[in-house]
């Protein structure tokens, strides 16, 4: 598919480009839903952006597959991402902080 240097005869664009402009919208959301609710911090260690980054989009990765498991739940709804995220963050800390 994207090995071919194939142009649109009406657009005179490399088919590359269109398909890239078709499927882009996925991501701009996903980055928007990361800026609304995000785990960043300011840091000068890149490997420190790198961890937040990949908290935020784990997070927006973990709400979509509660969503389509739960549609009905209340933390399923759109303004409670930020409720999703404690949730998720009490639930994996409470287990290391009661000992047995």
């Known amino acids: ?13 490399p088919e590359t480009f269109l398909t890239y402009n078709k499927t882009k919208g996925g991501v701009d959301a996903e980055d928007q839903m990361a800026h609304a609710f ?5 840091t000068k260690r890149w490997p420190l952006v790198i961890f937040f980054n990949i908290l935020d989009l784990s997070s927006i990765a973990a709400l979509i597959v ?3 498991k739960y549609p009905f739940n209340t933390l399923s709804h759109d303004d409670n ?3 999703f995220n404690i949730d998720i963050g009490r639930s994996l800390a409470l287990p290391q902080i009661i000992c047995p």
């Open 81 to 83: 991402r930020q409720k």
């Open 1 to 13: 598919m994207h090995n071919k240097y194939d142009v649109c005869t009406e657009s005179q664009k």
């Open 66 to 68: 509660f969503r389509m």
């Open 38 to 42: 995000t785990t960043e911090r300011k």
